[in-house]
């Protein structure tokens, strides 16, 4: 603000006088608002957004958030966002059909065929998708602080935005909000993968399985956060208006 002085003006008792109006110019300044609330209140908002939003209105995107800068969820909101997504009926089909592909192609073929094999490899893929959704999703999230999902940049070039979706599934951004490696969902990848030795056939077990089917869930991580980026968004639900990524 441009500092401003008057002419001396001198009045006497009962004395009136009109001065011209005086116009102050404003320039060069930064206005900020901050507005507090209560994180808990304010993470199960976020959660509530998260749980409305599918694909074409059926598929979960429940991972997704297109507001960059949403509030962190706290741990009951992770949980309750790993539970919903593991419990989803259109989660457990997908299992369904993971297990019937298996069970065509044969694999792990000491599961056996017939209904008695399908219910093998569906026990195990229903298993892998538990473990690997409340490691990933939930557990992990809450011991390192880190927030589960996929924040939307939506701006920039096709290669930066690429290399974003791309790197976001080794940096993760924590409570925080600073970007620091993704150790929830590597840790969560690998650790499901070990559990798989548990109930996979003997013959399939060993240090091999644990590094295939981690950099396997790793590199679909990869593929999942490229359609976020660059297809989910126009066919989701319940995106508020005003979320459009990167500011």
Do not use: C
């Not at 059926?58 to 009951?76: H, M």
């Not at 070039?157 to 969902?185: C, E, K, M």
């Not at 660059?230 to 995106?239: A, E, G, M, N, W």
């Amino acid at each position: 603000m441009l500092p401003f002085s008057s002419l001396q003006i001198s009045l006497q008792a009962g004395e009136t006088r009109l001065v011209p109006p005086m116009t102050l110019s404003v320039f060069g300044g930064t206005t900020n608002v901050t507005v507090n609330g209560s994180p808990e209140q304010l993470s199960r908002q976020q959660a509530q957004i998260a749980l409305q939003q599918r694909i074409v209105g059926v598929i979960p995107n429940f991972y997704s958030t297109y507001d960059w800068n949403a509030p962190p969820l706290l741990a009951r909101q992770k949980f309750r966002l790993g539970i919903h997504s593991i419990i989803d009926p259109v989660s457990l089909f997908g299992v369904a059909v993971t297990a019937g592909a298996e069970q065509y192609q044969n694999v792990f073929p000491a599961y056996g065929s017939g209904v008695e094999g399908y219910g093998k490899r569906y026990g195990a893929a229903l298993a892998n998708h538990v473990s690997a959704t409340l490691l990933g999703r939930a557990v992990y999230p809450s011991l390192f602080h880190q927030d589960p999902r996929y924040f939307y940049k939506g701006k920039g070039s096709i290669r930066s935005r690429a290399l974003y979706a791309i790197s976001s599934a080794f940096v993760a951004r924590g409570d925080d909000g600073r970007r620091q490696p993704n150790y929830s969902r590597l840790l969560g990848n690998f650790s499901a993968a070990a559990i798989s030795n548990l109930y996979y056939p003997a013959s399939d077990r060993g240090a091999s399985l644990v590094v295939l089917n981690g950099l396997a869930t790793t590199g679909g991580d990869i593929v999942a956060n490229l359609t976020r980026e660059f297809l989910l968004k126009h066919f989701t639900s319940h995106v508020p208006k005003s979320a459009n990524g990167e500011p």
